[in-house]
């Protein structure tokens, strides 16, 4: 679902400045859920708006309004106005893993190659 700014005033973000835009809900989910906070890809890419920590997660005990940390990574300032669609957030079911300390790890075909290791031609 799109989320909208709920500011009282427009907001201005002038480029590489940081700020909480309200969006004026908060939500109660099931546990075992969570909702993931994304930019909306129009706005990212037409005006260099984005959100700082993307994908933001809310966890299912979280009953505060859902702010979004944005910022201006294009060259002008831009403006918020209340109503604006700014964010999507998409809600997921959380996996809870039980984990098991080992002493090895199990082999893999990359084992322990590091960035850009699975674009290298054999």
């Known amino acids: ?11 201005y973000l002038a480029p590489l400045e940081r700020s909480l835009i309200p969006t004026g809900i908060a939500i109660a ?8 906070i994304r930019p909306r890809s129009g706005l990212a890419f037409k ?6 920590n993307s994908p ?3 966890d299912s005990d979280f ?6 940390i944005a ?4 060259r002008e300032a831009l403006v918020i106005r209340t109503g604006q669609r700014v ?11 039980q984990w098991r ?15 850009g290791h699975t674009d290298k031609k054999s």
């Not at 989910?29 to 993931?36: D, M, T, Y």
């Open 29 to 36: 989910l099931p546990f075992g859920f969570e909702a993931q």
């Open 1 to 11: 679902m799109d989320l909208c700014a709920d500011v009282p005033d427009d907001l």
């Open 87 to 97: 964010a999507q957030m998409v809600i997921q079911r959380v996996v809870r893993a």
């Open 56 to 58: 933001g997660t809310i």
């Open 47 to 52: 005006e260099g708006l984005t959100l700082v």
């Open 71 to 74: 910022i201006n990574l294009g």
């Open 63 to 68: 009953r505060g309004e859902i702010q979004l």
């Open 101 to 115: 300390v080992v002493d090895e790890l199990p082999n893999s075909e990359r084992q322990a190659g590091g960035f």
